[in-house]
Structure formats: C-alpha cells, structure tokens
C-alpha cells in the first residue's frame, strides 16, 4: 500500500509560480513512477506530468515548458514547480504513483487526496 499527502496549493494570480510536493510512504514508491493528474471543474481528469525513477520525465501538451516534475527517491517525495500559471490551470491537483506499461502510457495504481489551486487575479 502506498500513502500520498500533498501540499502547497493555494491562489495565485496569472503569470506567477506554485510548487506542489507529495510526500509518499510505502515500498512501492521507491520503484514506481511517479506522476500528476489534475480536474478542474466539469471536466475530466487529466495528465499532467510524469517521472520514473531514473528521472525521465513526461508533461502534457499543455503544460511543456512551464512546469516541471522532480522527485527525491531517498526522501520519497517528490513535486511540481508550475511556472507561467494561467486561469486555466485552475485544478485540483492529484499526486499520482504507478507504472508505465510496455507501450510507454503510464497507469496510476495510487492517488492522494488533491490539493486546489486556483489562478485568479
């Protein structure tokens, strides 16, 4: 069993920098990926980045280039630095570990809780 805590959301207005950490406990986060999920409000849960072990790193379409996924394998956590923020970042955002199926697509197998944020002016 893996336990997910994140922390670090908030209000932030357009333009400005959040970073989300989680912090895992269980064994199997020392080996699986790790990734970020988010839903905002009527809408469906989306991809947002993904990490394995070694540090080989996925992000969505959306958010390449602001936001950066990094994990501490040692200390079991791991964060998002979100930069360049838009109001339709606006999400929950979920905290993710998994692993990555032989085509490549990463399959969470536990989420934490979410946090909010909300980028508003």
């Known amino acids: 069993q893996v336990q997910l805590v994140e922390s670090g959301g908030g209000l932030v207005q357009p333009g400005g920098s959040l970073t989300l950490s989680c912090a895992a406990s269980?064994?199997?986060?020392?080996?699986?990926?790790m990734g970020w999920y988010r839903q905002a409000p009527g809408k469906p849960r989306e991809f947002v980045a993904s990490?394995?072990?070694?540090?080989?790193?996925e992000y969505a379409d959306s958010v390449q280039g602001r936001f950066t996924i990094s994990r501490d394998n040692a200390k079991n956590v791991g964060s998002l630095q979100m930069n360049r923020l838009k109001p339709e970042d606006t999400a929950v955002y979920y905290c993710?570990?998994?692993?990555?199926?032989?085509?490549?697509?990463?399959?969470?197998?536990?989420w934490g809780q979410g946090t909010q944020v909300t980028v508003s002016s």
């Open positions: 993710t570990t998994g692993r990555r199926t032989s085509s490549g697509d990463y399959v969470p197998d536990y």
């Open positions: 990490i394995t072990r070694g540090g080989n790193s």
């Open positions: 269980g064994s199997m986060f020392s080996i699986g990926v």
